[in-house]
Protein backbone atom coordinates (compact mmCIF):
# COMPACT_ATOMS: atom_id res chain seq x y z
CA UNK A 1 0.00 0.00 0.00
CA UNK A 2 1.71 3.46 -1.18
CA UNK A 3 1.66 6.18 1.22
CA UNK A 4 2.09 8.57 -1.52
CA UNK A 5 1.23 8.89 -4.69
CA UNK A 6 2.15 11.47 -7.58
CA UNK A 7 -0.26 12.25 -10.07
CA UNK A 8 0.72 13.46 -13.82
CA UNK A 9 2.95 15.98 -12.33
CA UNK A 10 4.76 19.36 -14.57
CA UNK A 11 6.73 22.24 -13.93
CA UNK A 12 7.24 24.49 -16.50
CA UNK A 13 9.38 27.27 -16.30
CA UNK A 14 8.51 30.41 -18.37
CA UNK A 15 11.09 31.71 -20.67
CA UNK A 16 10.64 35.42 -21.05
CA UNK A 17 12.13 37.98 -23.99
CA UNK A 18 11.71 40.58 -26.28
CA UNK A 19 11.46 44.07 -25.20
CA UNK A 20 8.41 43.37 -23.18
CA UNK A 21 10.15 40.54 -21.15
CA UNK A 22 7.37 38.74 -21.66
CA UNK A 23 6.93 34.87 -21.61
CA UNK A 24 7.80 34.13 -24.77
CA UNK A 25 8.38 29.89 -24.34
CA UNK A 26 7.91 27.23 -21.63
CA UNK A 27 11.04 24.98 -20.21
CA UNK A 28 9.22 21.78 -20.08
CA UNK A 29 11.68 20.43 -16.60
CA UNK A 30 8.96 17.70 -15.50
CA UNK A 31 6.45 17.45 -18.26
CA UNK A 32 3.39 14.84 -16.65
CA UNK A 33 4.91 12.20 -14.15
CA UNK A 34 3.39 9.69 -12.14
CA UNK A 35 4.64 7.71 -9.20
CA UNK A 36 3.41 5.53 -6.22
CA UNK A 37 5.90 5.53 -2.93
CA UNK A 38 5.49 1.98 -0.78
CA UNK A 39 7.14 2.36 2.85
CA UNK A 40 11.06 0.72 2.97
CA UNK A 41 11.69 0.61 -1.05
CA UNK A 42 14.23 2.74 -2.96
CA UNK A 43 13.04 4.02 -6.37
CA UNK A 44 15.50 5.29 -8.96
CA UNK A 45 15.42 7.98 -11.24
CA UNK A 46 18.04 8.12 -14.03
CA UNK A 47 18.33 10.17 -17.01
CA UNK A 48 21.03 12.77 -18.64
CA UNK A 49 21.67 15.85 -17.24
CA UNK A 50 18.85 18.43 -18.27
CA UNK A 51 15.92 15.65 -18.15
CA UNK A 52 14.63 16.90 -14.97
CA UNK A 53 15.55 14.56 -12.23
CA UNK A 54 16.56 17.25 -9.78
CA UNK A 55 13.21 19.74 -10.37
CA UNK A 56 11.12 16.05 -9.46
CA UNK A 57 12.94 15.85 -6.02
CA UNK A 58 12.92 20.09 -5.60
CA UNK A 59 8.88 20.11 -6.70
CA UNK A 60 8.20 17.03 -4.45
CA UNK A 61 9.72 18.77 -1.38
CA UNK A 62 8.19 22.01 -2.35
CA UNK A 63 11.35 23.80 -3.24
CA UNK A 64 9.34 24.11 -6.48
CA UNK A 65 5.97 25.57 -7.94
CA UNK A 66 3.85 23.23 -9.82
CA UNK A 67 2.53 24.10 -12.54
CA UNK A 68 -0.10 21.32 -12.85
CA UNK A 69 -0.99 17.70 -11.32
CA UNK A 70 -1.28 16.64 -7.95
CA UNK A 71 0.61 14.72 -5.28
CA UNK A 72 -1.22 12.90 -2.17
CA UNK A 73 0.48 12.35 1.15
CA UNK A 74 -1.30 9.78 3.41
CA UNK A 75 -4.63 10.28 2.30
CA UNK A 76 -4.65 14.20 1.76
CA UNK A 77 -4.11 16.02 -1.27
CA UNK A 78 -1.63 17.72 -0.29
CA UNK A 79 -0.68 19.51 -3.27
CA UNK A 80 -1.59 23.62 -2.61
CA UNK A 81 -2.20 23.06 1.45
CA UNK A 82 -1.15 25.46 3.69
CA UNK A 83 2.27 24.98 5.85
CA UNK A 84 0.18 23.92 9.18
CA UNK A 85 -2.12 21.03 7.20
CA UNK A 86 1.37 20.07 5.42
CA UNK A 87 3.17 19.70 8.20
CA UNK A 88 3.20 16.06 8.76
CA UNK A 89 4.42 15.48 5.17
CA UNK A 90 7.19 18.50 5.58
CA UNK A 91 8.55 16.21 8.23
CA UNK A 92 8.17 12.85 6.98
CA UNK A 93 9.52 14.02 3.33
CA UNK A 94 13.33 15.15 3.53
CA UNK A 95 16.21 15.51 1.07
CA UNK A 96 19.80 15.34 0.97
CA UNK A 97 21.73 17.34 -1.46
CA UNK A 98 24.33 16.67 -3.98
CA UNK A 99 26.87 19.11 -2.48
CA UNK A 100 26.72 18.32 1.17
CA UNK A 101 29.20 21.65 1.43
CA UNK A 102 26.59 23.90 0.33
CA UNK A 103 23.56 22.36 1.58
CA UNK A 104 25.14 23.04 5.43
CA UNK A 105 25.25 26.32 6.56
CA UNK A 106 28.92 26.84 6.97
CA UNK A 107 28.18 29.49 10.04
CA UNK A 108 26.39 26.94 12.20
CA UNK A 109 28.03 24.40 14.53
CA UNK A 110 27.12 20.71 13.72
CA UNK A 111 24.64 20.47 17.02
CA UNK A 112 22.76 23.33 15.27
CA UNK A 113 22.32 22.07 11.80
CA UNK A 114 21.16 18.78 13.12
CA UNK A 115 18.93 20.22 15.57
CA UNK A 116 17.28 22.18 12.86
CA UNK A 117 14.48 19.99 12.03
CA UNK A 118 14.06 18.66 15.46
CA UNK A 119 13.41 22.50 16.17
CA UNK A 120 11.10 22.63 13.69
CA UNK A 121 8.98 19.55 14.07
CA UNK A 122 9.68 17.24 17.45
CA UNK A 123 9.00 19.96 20.12
CA UNK A 124 11.92 18.23 22.50
CA UNK A 125 13.07 19.79 25.31
CA UNK A 126 16.86 21.28 25.76
CA UNK A 127 18.22 18.21 27.47
CA UNK A 128 15.98 15.67 24.73
CA UNK A 129 17.01 17.04 21.78
CA UNK A 130 21.03 16.74 23.32
CA UNK A 131 20.19 13.58 23.37
CA UNK A 132 18.45 13.16 20.16
CA UNK A 133 22.01 14.69 18.67
CA UNK A 134 24.50 12.24 19.91
CA UNK A 135 22.06 9.68 18.87
CA UNK A 136 22.51 10.85 15.37
CA UNK A 137 25.60 11.37 15.31
CA UNK A 138 26.55 8.02 16.63
CA UNK A 139 23.78 6.04 13.91
CA UNK A 140 25.78 8.20 11.02
CA UNK A 141 29.28 7.31 12.59
CA UNK A 142 30.56 10.82 14.18
CA UNK A 143 32.41 10.89 17.01
CA UNK A 144 30.65 13.69 19.58
CA UNK A 145 32.92 15.65 19.83
CA UNK A 146 31.88 16.46 15.87
CA UNK A 147 28.53 18.54 17.06
CA UNK A 148 30.97 21.51 18.20
CA UNK A 149 32.69 21.59 14.92
CA UNK A 150 31.55 24.00 11.78
CA UNK A 151 30.96 22.17 8.40
CA UNK A 152 34.51 23.33 6.68
CA UNK A 153 36.32 21.25 9.18
CA UNK A 154 35.03 17.89 7.79
CA UNK A 155 35.88 16.26 4.79
CA UNK A 156 33.12 15.65 1.81
CA UNK A 157 31.84 12.03 3.14
CA UNK A 158 31.69 13.45 6.57
CA UNK A 159 29.89 16.21 5.76
CA UNK A 160 27.14 14.17 3.68
CA UNK A 161 27.05 12.07 6.34
CA UNK A 162 26.06 15.06 9.07
CA UNK A 163 23.52 16.02 5.86
CA UNK A 164 22.20 12.32 6.55
CA UNK A 165 21.98 12.93 10.40
CA UNK A 166 19.90 16.16 9.64
CA UNK A 167 17.81 14.39 7.39
CA UNK A 168 16.27 11.57 9.62
CA UNK A 169 16.20 13.60 12.78
CA UNK A 170 12.41 13.88 12.45
CA UNK A 171 12.55 9.40 11.28
CA UNK A 172 11.22 10.44 7.62
CA UNK A 173 9.35 7.54 5.90
CA UNK A 174 11.17 9.13 2.49
CA UNK A 175 14.32 10.78 1.87
CA UNK A 176 14.85 12.37 -1.36
CA UNK A 177 18.81 12.05 -2.21
CA UNK A 178 19.51 14.11 -5.08
CA UNK A 179 22.72 12.61 -6.51
CA UNK A 180 24.01 12.31 -2.89
CA UNK A 181 27.62 10.51 -3.85
CA UNK A 182 28.34 11.75 -7.06
CA UNK A 183 30.46 14.80 -5.57
CA UNK A 184 32.61 12.23 -3.62
CA UNK A 185 35.36 9.69 -4.70
CA UNK A 186 34.93 6.13 -5.46
CA UNK A 187 35.78 4.98 -2.38
CA UNK A 188 33.76 7.07 0.21
CA UNK A 189 30.89 6.77 -2.39
CA UNK A 190 30.55 3.17 -1.09
CA UNK A 191 30.99 3.86 2.24
CA UNK A 192 28.06 6.21 2.21
CA UNK A 193 25.63 3.94 -0.41
CA UNK A 194 26.49 1.60 2.18
CA UNK A 195 25.53 3.11 4.90
CA UNK A 196 22.17 4.25 3.50
CA UNK A 197 20.97 0.82 2.82
CA UNK A 198 21.76 0.23 6.37
CA UNK A 199 19.64 2.60 7.76
CA UNK A 200 16.99 2.12 5.49
CA UNK A 201 16.64 -1.44 6.64
CA UNK A 202 16.67 0.26 10.33
CA UNK A 203 14.64 2.05 9.86
CA UNK A 204 11.93 1.06 7.01
CA UNK A 205 12.96 4.33 5.16
CA UNK A 206 12.25 4.42 1.75
CA UNK A 207 14.17 6.52 -0.60
CA UNK A 208 13.61 8.32 -4.58
CA UNK A 209 17.31 7.98 -5.51
CA UNK A 210 18.07 10.78 -7.88
CA UNK A 211 21.32 9.59 -10.26
CA UNK A 212 22.53 9.77 -14.17
CA UNK A 213 24.85 7.19 -12.98
CA UNK A 214 22.90 3.59 -13.76
CA UNK A 215 25.36 1.76 -11.76
CA UNK A 216 24.74 3.52 -8.62
CA UNK A 217 20.71 3.26 -8.68
CA UNK A 218 21.41 -0.61 -10.09
CA UNK A 219 23.11 -0.92 -6.65
CA UNK A 220 20.46 1.32 -4.32
CA UNK A 221 17.23 0.89 -5.79
CA UNK A 222 14.28 -1.96 -6.40
CA UNK A 223 12.51 0.27 -8.87
CA UNK A 224 13.82 2.66 -11.59
CA UNK A 225 11.99 4.97 -13.58
CA UNK A 226 13.74 6.13 -16.70
CA UNK A 227 13.54 9.80 -17.55
CA UNK A 228 13.73 11.53 -20.75
CA UNK A 229 13.12 15.19 -21.73
CA UNK A 230 10.92 15.61 -18.68
CA UNK A 231 8.70 12.43 -18.71
CA UNK A 232 9.25 8.76 -18.12
CA UNK A 233 9.81 6.58 -20.91
CA UNK A 234 10.13 3.50 -19.23
CA UNK A 235 9.60 2.60 -15.56
CA UNK A 236 10.05 -1.28 -14.23
CA UNK A 237 11.71 -3.39 -11.54
CA UNK A 238 15.97 -3.46 -11.13
CA UNK A 239 15.77 -6.67 -13.19
CA UNK A 240 13.03 -5.22 -16.26
CA UNK A 241 15.10 -2.56 -16.73
CA UNK A 242 18.65 -3.97 -16.55
CA UNK A 243 17.70 -7.50 -18.09
CA UNK A 244 15.12 -6.51 -20.22
CA UNK A 245 15.09 -2.62 -21.56
CA UNK A 246 12.53 -2.01 -23.97
CA UNK A 247 12.60 1.71 -24.57
CA UNK A 248 15.75 2.71 -27.35
CA UNK A 249 16.80 5.38 -24.69
CA UNK A 250 17.08 2.99 -21.83
CA UNK A 251 19.29 0.80 -23.88
CA UNK A 252 21.32 3.64 -24.71
CA UNK A 253 22.29 4.25 -21.02
CA UNK A 254 22.73 0.84 -20.47
CA UNK A 255 24.79 0.74 -23.10
CA UNK A 256 27.25 2.93 -22.34
CA UNK A 257 28.01 1.84 -19.10
CA UNK A 258 31.76 0.25 -19.05
CA UNK A 259 32.27 -3.44 -19.34
CA UNK A 260 35.69 -4.41 -18.83
CA UNK A 261 35.39 -8.06 -19.21
CA UNK A 262 36.35 -9.60 -22.56
CA UNK A 263 34.01 -11.88 -22.61
CA UNK A 264 31.41 -11.00 -25.38
CA UNK A 265 33.21 -7.89 -25.93
CA UNK A 266 32.93 -7.68 -29.93
CA UNK A 267 28.77 -8.57 -29.73
CA UNK A 268 28.17 -5.38 -27.56
CA UNK A 269 30.41 -3.01 -29.45
CA UNK A 270 28.36 -4.55 -32.42
CA UNK A 271 25.09 -4.13 -30.21
CA UNK A 272 26.04 -0.15 -28.91
CA UNK A 273 26.83 0.67 -32.53
CA UNK A 274 23.58 -0.50 -33.24
CA UNK A 275 21.86 1.55 -30.49
CA UNK A 276 23.24 4.56 -31.00
CA UNK A 277 22.24 4.41 -34.77
CA UNK A 278 18.97 3.64 -33.98
CA UNK A 279 18.51 6.58 -31.57
CA UNK A 280 20.54 8.98 -33.99
CA UNK A 281 17.62 8.04 -36.72
CA UNK A 282 15.19 8.87 -34.54
CA UNK A 283 16.77 12.12 -32.97
CA UNK A 284 17.38 13.23 -36.09
CA UNK A 285 13.87 12.87 -37.54
CA UNK A 286 11.88 14.06 -34.62
CA UNK A 287 14.59 16.20 -32.83
CA UNK A 288 13.73 20.28 -32.67
CA UNK A 289 14.20 22.56 -29.39
CA UNK A 290 10.68 21.45 -28.12
CA UNK A 291 10.77 17.56 -28.81
CA UNK A 292 9.76 15.64 -26.10
CA UNK A 293 9.91 12.22 -25.48
CA UNK A 294 6.77 10.84 -26.75
CA UNK A 295 9.11 11.68 -30.47
CA UNK A 296 11.38 9.02 -30.07
CA UNK A 297 9.73 5.95 -31.75
CA UNK A 298 10.27 3.05 -28.81
CA UNK A 299 11.59 0.14 -29.86
CA UNK A 300 8.90 -2.40 -30.40
CA UNK A 301 5.29 -1.50 -30.81
CA UNK A 302 3.92 -3.31 -27.87
CA UNK A 303 6.53 -1.35 -25.78
CA UNK A 304 5.15 1.89 -27.87
CA UNK A 305 1.97 1.16 -26.09
CA UNK A 306 3.46 0.73 -22.67
CA UNK A 307 5.73 3.67 -22.22
CA UNK A 308 3.32 5.81 -23.25
CA UNK A 309 -0.08 4.69 -21.55
CA UNK A 310 1.13 6.47 -18.68
CA UNK A 311 1.12 9.78 -20.45
CA UNK A 312 -2.57 10.54 -20.05
CA UNK A 313 -3.70 12.73 -22.84
CA UNK A 314 -0.05 12.85 -24.53
CA UNK A 315 -0.93 11.65 -27.46
N1 LIG B 1 14.71 27.62 -11.76
C1 LIG B 1 14.74 27.29 -13.05
N2 LIG B 1 14.35 28.18 -14.00
C2 LIG B 1 14.34 27.87 -15.30
N3 LIG B 1 14.73 26.67 -15.79
C3 LIG B 1 15.15 25.75 -14.92
C4 LIG B 1 15.18 26.00 -13.50
N4 LIG B 1 15.64 24.88 -12.88
C5 LIG B 1 15.89 23.97 -13.84
N5 LIG B 1 15.59 24.49 -15.07
C6 LIG B 1 15.68 23.78 -16.36
O1 LIG B 1 14.86 22.63 -16.25
C7 LIG B 1 15.46 21.53 -16.93
C8 LIG B 1 15.61 20.38 -15.95
O2 LIG B 1 16.58 20.74 -14.95
P1 LIG B 1 17.00 19.76 -13.77
O3 LIG B 1 17.97 20.47 -12.90
O4 LIG B 1 15.80 19.20 -13.15
O5 LIG B 1 17.76 18.59 -14.58
P2 LIG B 1 18.58 17.34 -14.03
O6 LIG B 1 18.08 16.15 -14.79
O7 LIG B 1 18.53 17.28 -12.56
O8 LIG B 1 20.07 17.69 -14.51
P3 LIG B 1 21.48 17.42 -13.77
O9 LIG B 1 21.66 15.94 -13.78
O10 LIG B 1 22.46 18.13 -14.64
O11 LIG B 1 21.38 18.00 -12.38
C9 LIG B 1 16.77 22.04 -17.49
O12 LIG B 1 16.57 22.39 -18.83
C10 LIG B 1 17.07 23.27 -16.66
O13 LIG B 1 17.83 24.19 -17.39
Given at each position: MSFMQIHNLKVHYPVRGGILNS?????????GISMEFEKGKAYGLVGESGCGKSTTGKVIIGLEKITAGRICYEGV??????NHRKSAFNRDIQMIFQDAHSS?????RVQDIIAEPIRN?????PKEEKRKIHELLEIVGM????????????SGGQKQRIGIARAIATNPKLIIAD???????LSVQAQVLNFMKEIQREYGLSYLFISHDLGVVQHMCEHISIMYKGRFVETGSKYDIYK???HIYTKRLLSAIPNT???GRDERKKERILVEKHYQENVRKYFDR?????DLVPVSKTHFVAATSSMKGGF
Open positions: VVDYIYAVDDVTNSNLNPRKFLKLTPEDAKYKYPHEFEPVSALDNPQSPIQARVF
